[in-house]
């Protein structure tokens, strides 16, 4: 099991920072310090009082830590078959929900009842089909900003707009959950772009932690951090004969950061502070926030919980499913009584990634950063600390910008206790075995590039001042809006790489729809030529262990370009062909709302442009114990 090398020391000086950046992003770092910190405004206590709550003015309640167990979700079962392949009918529904035992229910969203929904799991190489039903209330349950994207979004209709994007799915176009494919309670009002009510997952991908998710335009962070979200857990004959944790010891665990007013209930910011120094003397109300970082941690569905565990190998499937905030956790000894963190706990053995196991098991000498959007599959052996209690500690700072300081805005170093339950002969009975290999990762050779893109991170500011992040390249690096022509057109069974620039003062977890890819390295902005093409991965910095196998979101932090390649299609035996429009954006997901997000589109073989209509699904194929009407 090969260990991990530490990252070389890859800081930026602030100095350096602010020239890489420019000057759009030195309006994106004052704008971050505005926004967290009030004392940077000169209003008077009356003025403030009268204003909305923002992020940083807002306190949630003190809770007594650690009360409740985490809780595991359900594994939801099909209503019946289609075209003999297995069919679910999943239902978004409000309802009230325990966070916390010391809290009154708060009033979430969520898949069949839960929050965390329910995880699906379906086996590689066998599809399956999904209708996600939406039977959501009229009116949203948090505060709507109508400046986002007002000419493509219709915020005079009835109902809440959802869609809902399986993360990490190799699927068809017409499946995949588009921005504007949206629709309202049952199926009343859809988007432009909406084409059938069943969607298809063919499930012909390595077997993962892939995630599902609301992904409606201009309304994603407020639909997610209402609670639409869950696992898919894609399996296969070869992973359970690697004889990995499993049954109640394979346990998936979504962190997320929350914040909530003194009855319970869900606070998200309604309105930013003044602005100063920007020229305008305030936003909209409600207003979009550039970030959310909340001060409640919560694990499927609670609010600083604890697991209890046996003193033997457990595999964690980490998502962090927060909004902005990145986490860099590990396991250290922790002594309740006293609130005092000691020594560091047992280590991470890393076996998968967003895309699926990795090569071989990495096992980490440092902490693992886990960015929005990002899965980590790991394996933890309790079996030497039997009796004794630790905590996952994360000192990712908010904003992210890849570096460890005390700089910390909006710190939330406690997640979740660890019980180490049994004693030490209890680990004796301990049959799991941590493989050497684990699957064959075949390596995109950078001799096979076709095409190498230039992409941008940029910042801009829209009429009100307001931080507007975007995705540009090489001929537009100030960025495009997410209504703009596609740009990127790769086509199918080409190999590209993408040399993505950070022009920011932050990181981001960029994702791409439909595709997993490799990254080959990283290196300074102040060393890239976006006028060469191809890339020498010896003279780039090696990937992080949390970067290596298949990756559907890679975090390009401020002052540095990321450089992966990235297969269009079936390669090497895994993944599939398919066509049509997707999307790439930054999992942040303020940032996905505005404006962080672009199309692009995967183009046939035969030279055609790919912009075919699928047929609708008309729903009179056969079907048992269920009949969709999919018009």
């Known amino acids: 099991m090969p260990e991990r090398t530490k990252r070389s020391g890859k800081s930026v000086s602030r100095r350096q920072l602010l020239l890489a950046s420019g000057v759009a992003s030195v309006s994106a770092l004052a704008g971050c310090t505005t926004d967290e910190n009030p004392s940077n405004t000169h209003e008077t206590p009356s003025e403030t009082e009268a ?11 003190d809770l007594e830590k650690w009360i409740d167990e985490v809780p595991r979700p359900g594994v939801v ?8 392949q297995p069919y679910y009918e999943i239902e978004m529904q409000e309802f009230e929900q325990e966070l916390h035992s010391d809290l ?31 039977d959501l209330p009229d009116e949203h349950l948090l505060p709507v900003d109508t400046t986002v994207h007002p000419e493509m979004i219709p915020y005079d209709i009835d109902g809440v707009r959802t869609v809902t994007h399986l993360h990490g799915g190799n699927i068809e176009s017409e499946s995949d959950g588009k921005a504007m494919g949206w629709f ?16 298809y997952y063919v499930n012909d991908q390595p077997p993962a932690t892939l995630w599902y998710h609301d992904h409606a335009i201009g309304i994603t962070r407020l639909n997610v951090y209402a609670g639409l979200a869950g696992f898919y857990l894609l399996r296969s004959d070869h992973e359970r004969q690697l004889d990995l944790p499993d049954g109640e010891y394979d346990v998936p665990l979504a962190i997320q950061d929350r914040s909530l007013n003194e009855d319970g209930s869900l606070f998200y910011p309604s309105a930013v502070s003044e602005e100063r120094g920007r020229g305008h003397d305030s936003h909209p109300d409600p207003s979009i926030v550039p970030e959310f970082y909340g001060d409640v941690p919560v694990v499927n569905g609670k609010a600083w919980p604890r697991l209890s565990v ?12 927060s909004n902005s905030r990145y986490y860099n956790l590990e396991l ?11 020594d560091d706990g047992p280590s991470f053995v890393q076996v998968g990634n967003d895309g699926g196991l990795l090569s071989e098991p990495v096992e980490f000498d440092d902490r693992l950063e886990i960015g929005p959007g990002k899965r980590a599959d790991i394996v933890v052996d309790f079996s030497d600390y039997a009796g004794e209690t630790l905590l996952l500690h994360n000192d990712a700072p908010t904003p992210y910008r890849g570096t460890r300081t005390d700089d910390h805005m909006k710190p939330l170093p406690e997640i979740m206790l660890v019980d180490v339950e049994g004693t030490n002969e209890d680990a004796d009975t301990d049959p799991t075995q941590l493989p050497d290999e684990l699957t064959t990762v075949p390596e995109i050779p950078v001799e096979s590039v076709d095409t190498h893109r230039h992409l941008t991170l940029a910042m801009d500011t829209d009429e009100h001042g307001r931080m ?27 190999t590209e790489i993408w040399s993505i620039a950070n022009n920011t003062s932050m990181s981001h977890p960029m994702h791409l729809h439909l595709v997993h890819f490799q990254v080959l390295g990283r290196e300074p902005l102040s060393d890239y030529d976006s006028s060469e093409d191809g890339v020498d991965p010896s003279e780039l910095e090696s990937p992080e262990p949390y970067d290596l196998g298949w990756n559907d979101v890679v975090s390009v932090d401020p002052g540095e370009v990321v450089h992966i390649v990235v297969h269009f299609g079936e390669y090497e035996g895994v993944f599939n062909d398919q066509t049509g429009e997707y999307m790439w954006h ?46």
């Open 468 to 494: 507007k992040h975007r995705l540009g390249t090489k001929d537009q690096p100030e960025g495009y809006n997410l209504e703009d022509p596609v740009t990127e057109e790769p086509t199918l069974g080409e």
């Open 332 to 342: 250290v000894e922790y002594d309740e009584e006293s609130s005092e963190v000691g």
């Open 310 to 321: 046996e003193p033997r190998k457990y595999r964690f499937r980490l998502l962090n499913g």
């Open 586 to 631: 930054c999992h942040m997901v303020e940032h996905e709302d505005y404006d962080m997000m672009r199309p692009y589109r995967v183009l046939p073989a035969d030279g055609s442009d790919g912009d075919e209509q699928a047929v609708p699904d008309d729903g009179t194929e056969e079907h048992s114990e269920t009949e969709p009407d999919d018009e």
């Open 77 to 84: 079962e099909p209503t019946g078959t289609k075209n003999g």
């Open 104 to 134: 009154s229910p708060t009033t979430v969203w969520g898949y069949e009842g839960h929050t965390p929904g329910p995880t699906i799991e379906a086996e590689q190489g066998e599809p399956i089909y999904v209708r996600w039903k939406n």
């Open 184 to 199: 309202t309670r049952d199926f009343e009002k859809t988007g432009p772009v909406f084409e059938k009510k069943d969607y």
């Open 51 to 61: 204003k909305p709550a923002t992020v940083a003015s807002h306190s949630s309640p």
